[in-house]
């Protein structure tokens, strides 16, 4: 098995084998209104965490433009992998969420998020990051800044 067979951060982790996605990895839980939101995908690089989203037409608002909630749900997504950029998948509650709406987003734009784990304790995780949209010359141009904390689950709710 070779380093990028592995998964970017120990837990529920399905790679994906095929398609533009291939190489990236899916979370393998149950979150019905992330994954009607998503896809979402993670996995690590030279950089360290990334997760990426390609918005559908599913995801735009009134004006045509990404909904801000599709763009707050791919903040929360990726608020829980950067916060487990240190290895271990983080199971828990979000218990606060800021964002900042930099830029607008389209369909089928490539959405990236980085971020950093600012501190874990025993209960509770900060975290905070960077949704980008990626050009096709490969330029990154922020959408949305994010922070949050997460509360630390002993177990899950089902």
Known sequence: ??????????GGFEMVAEGPWAGWWKWSGKDP?????????VKRDERGIVTGFRPETKNLNGH????????????????????????DEVHGVTVTMNCEFVSGAQASDLLTARGECVRAGGSLVFARGTILRVGADGREEAV?????TIKRAKRTSH
């Open 64 to 87: 045509g433009i990404v909904h801000g909630g599709s763009l707050m749900t791919f903040a929360d997504f990726s608020l829980f992998m950067v916060a487990a950029s240190g290895g």
């Open 1 to 10: 098995m070779s380093a990028s067979d592995e998964a970017p951060i120990r």
């Open 33 to 41: 209104f992330e994954d009607g939101t998503g896809p979402f995908f």
């Open 144 to 148: 949305l800044s994010f922070s949050g």
